[in-house]
């Protein structure tokens, strides 16, 4: 069973996209996957269900529900542990380290993958998710920007792995939203493969083109692999999920 975070501390990177797309891409290989929303914004809940639930991944954190079954809601992508809005005041809260590691253990046994979608902020949502995740994909758009933000990101993987998860592994950096033709993504691209070598990962060989299929997707709530599965958007997503899957059996 494998715990995988899609992280950045930087916003508009396609973490809850990928989140989405690569747990209906494993599901559609036949995996059974668990999501779990830990971003106060609920997008990815918001596309996989219309449904509000009193007992969601709050509920877990700050302990209000003891037990991970109870907050799952089945939905045509994969199973889901919602998110809500209060998660925003988690750190005021003092939530401890260790709590969703504990509270998803006992439902681990049912799944193939778990994939946890985190803000774009490191909070106490976010060290939960690297303490009880073994892998991290981190999506990244080509810009100055995002190269900036994952060195910061890097910084906190690294304390994290060093007190809490020596198991932790960044399996690669993630190129989304990739203008094969703009000179300045190509340039971004070399800059990122650099920075990728420094922190001991790699960049995933598979980029996520800029396409408006993908957009398109979430207006109609589903993975872009199943509302158009012939899709650039779709293609690319699916070849980064096998791409995955062998990195991880190496």
Do not use: H, W
């Amino acid at each position: 069973m494998e715990t995988i975070t899609i992280c950045n501390r930087k916003g508009g990177t396609g973490k809850t996209v990928t989140a989405l797309n690569l747990g209906a891409s494993l599901k559609a290989e036949g995996y059974k996957v668990l999501y779990v929303d830990l971003d106060s914004q609920r997008n990815l809940t918001r596309t996989l269900t219309a449904q509000e639930s009193k007992q969601n991944s709050f509920s877990l954190l700050v302990k209000e529900t003891e037990d991970a079954k109870r907050c799952i809601i089945e939905t045509p992508e994969g199973d889901l542990i919602p998110g809500a809005e209060q998660l925003a005041s988690v750190d005021r809260l003092g939530v401890g380290l260790d709590v969703l590691k504990n509270a998803l253990t006992p439902v681990k046994k049912k799944y193939d993958y778990i994939i946890i979608d985190t803000p774009a902020v490191n909070s106490l949502c976010v060290i939960n998710a690297f303490i009880c995740s073994n892998s991290l994909i981190i999506p990244v758009q080509a810009d100055l920007y995002s190269l900036y933000a994952l060195e910061d990101e890097y910084k906190v993987i690294d304390q994290i792995r060093k007190k809490y998860n020596r198991f932790l592994k960044i399996q690669g950096i993630l190129l989304t939203r990739y203008q094969a033709n703009a000179k300045l993504s190509k340039l971004i691209k070399e800059s990122f493969e650099e920075e990728a070598k420094e922190l001991g990962t790699r960049l995933f060989d598979t980029v996520i083109r800029e396409n408006i299929t993908i957009k398109e997707s979430l207006l109609y709530c589903k993975s872009v692999i199943n509302y158009k599965p012939k899709s650039n958007g779709a293609k690319d997503y699916r070849s980064f999920t096998v791409e995955y899957l062998k990195r991880k059996g190496q």
